[in-house]
C-alpha cells in the first residue's frame, strides 16, 4: 500500500515548484525556472523510484517471474 505521506510529500513539492516557477518567471529569469522545474522533477523521481521498484519485485512475486 501506498504510504500517505509520499503522496503529500510530491503534492507539496509540485506546489513549491510552481509557485518558485511562477516567481522566477515574473522576475525575468526562465533559465532559473526551469533548473527548479528540472530539481523538482529528480527530486520526485528519486522518490518514487523505490515504490516502483517495490512494485516491480512484488508482481515478479505474485507471477514467479525471473
Known amino acids: 500500500m ?26 525575468g529569469r526562465e533559465e532559473y525556472s526551469y533548473l527548479v522545474l528540472l530539481v523538482g522533477l529528480i527530486v520526485a523521481l528519486l522518490r518514487v523510484l523505490p515504490l516502483v521498484l517495490s512494485l516491480f519485485a512484488e508482481v515478479q512475486s505474485v507471477f514467479s517471474l525471473y
Open 2 to 27: 501506498v504510504e500517505v505521506s509520499v503522496i503529500f510529500f510530491l503534492a507539496g513539492l509540485a506546489i513549491a515548484v510552481t509557485v518558485i516557477n511562477a516567481l522566477l518567471k515574473q522576475a
